[in-house]
Nanobody, 124 residues
Framework: QVQLVESGGGLVQAGGSLRLSCAASGRTFGIYVMGWFRQAPGKEREFVAAIRWSGGTTYYADSVKGRFTISRDNAKNTVYLQMNSLKPEDTAVYYC?????????????????WGQGTEVTVSS
């Protein structure tokens, strides 16, 4: 089992920045990819970004390319999401996820473990 704990959410004005963190514990040696998803009120959960634990290959949703950066610190078993130039439409609960096997990084069903979520609100 893998446990994931997110932090770093909050309220920020449009154009501002936030950095989310996701700390993994437990059977972390089996993690293959970690990702971030988000879910706005009344909407389905959507892919934001993902990173391969070994090698660092990254994947991004078109809506966040050039504004968000995913990174990881293997020594700390932590993945980060640096969010710049935030827009009101980025408002959502952001979830960290991990998987031990992967076909498509942008599909929520591919992920085995999920955090509890951290709320991000961007005011206009």
């Amino acid at each position: 089992q893998v446990q994931l704990v997110e932090s770093g959410g909050g309220l920020v004005q449009a154009g501002g920045s936030l950095r989310l963190s996701c700390a993994a514990s437990g059977r972390t040696f089996g993690i293959y990819v970690m990702g971030w998803f988000r879910q706005a009120p009344g909407k389905e959960r959507e892919f934001v970004a993902a990173i391969r634990w070994s090698g660092g290959t990254t994947y991004y949703a078109d809506s966040v390319k050039g504004r968000f950066t995913i990174s990881r610190d293997n020594a700390k078993n932590t993945v980060y999401l640096q969010m710049n130039s935030l827009k009101p439409e980025d408002t959502a609960v952001y979830y960290c996820a991990a998987t031990e096997a992967l076909v498509s990084a942008n599909l929520a069903r591919e992920y085995d473990y999920w955090g509890q979520g951290t709320e991000v609100t961007v005011s206009s």
